[in-house]
């Protein structure tokens, strides 16, 4: 099993839906969790940590399970600049190696 | 500005010509990584350093050098490329203070070895 598996897409959506993605880790010692957004041949950047509270940050919602080890990103009223690849990040800890998943590739349509 | 810096940002070598890429941060950040990116094989770290004079091997080191001599400058060095090594590749840091502290990447080198 993969240390952090995505929804594989490609997920197509049109303007204005709400579209979730939804990632697994299997590491129970992890304790840092990332969302990254990735545009085509550039580099990640960060789209937001994730809390075990769950946070939001305008229309992304993220939400962290321990539990269950599972990690979502929700996004809202989608635009079409949200076209992207959408890495879940998982890391152990502190300074330790960050683990990324193969990422889940979304083009909004108008 | 705070940022990771990548240098060249595009190159073509031959096989067996020595070649170092070039990374450099601004922000005062302890951990350093190099990693690539290859189709349906997602980010794969290639060496860490979480300090001055320390580096670690990631998941796919062979093939690649790396060294620390300031906690700014983090070189990747091929010995000798070889086709394989052909690949997209990106340079990060992060702080170490807090445990949540994300990656920063600079803005990759594109690598073609014929």
């Known amino acids: 099993r993969k240390e952090v598996e995505q929804d594989p897409g490609p997920f197509n959506v049109p303007e204005g839906a709400t579209v979730a993605f939804n990632c697994t880790y299997s590491?129970?010692?992890?304790?840092?969790f990332f969302w990254y957004r990735q545009d085509c041949r550039k580099e990640p950047k960060l789209l937001m940590s994730v809390y075990s509270s769950g946070n939001e940050d305008g229309r992304f919602t993220a939400q962290l399970n321990r539990a269950s080890q599972y990690i979502s990103l929700l996004i809202r009223d989608s635009k079409l600049s949200d076209s992207a690849t959408y890495l879940c990040?998982?890391?152990?800890?502190?300074?330790?190696?960050?683990?990324f998943g193969p990422g889940t590739r979304l083009s909004v349509l108008p | 500005e705070a940022q990771v810096t990548q240098n060249p940002r595009y190159l073509i070598t031959v096989t067996g010509k020595k070649l170092t890429v070039t990374c450099s941060q601004n922000?005062?950040?302890?951990?350093m990584s190099w990693y690539r990116q290859d189709p349906g094989l997602g980010l794969r770290q290639i060496y860490y350093s979480m300090n001055v004079e320390v580096t670690d091997k990631g998941d796919v080191p062979e093939g690649y050098k790396v060294s620390r001599k300031e906690k700014r400058n983090f070189p990747l060095i091929l010995e000798s490329p070889s086709p394989n090594q052909t690949s997209l590749y990106f340079c990060?840091?992060?702080?170490?203070?807090?445990?949540?502290?994300?990656?920063?990447f600079g803005n990759g080198t594109r690598l073609t070895v014929t």
């Open positions: 590491n129970s010692a992890s304790q840092s």
């Open positions: 990040v998982v890391t152990p800890g502190r300074g330790q190696n960050f683990v």
């Open positions: 990060a840091s992060r702080g170490t203070v807090s445990y949540n502290s994300p990656l920063h």
């Open positions: 922000m005062n950040h302890e951990y």
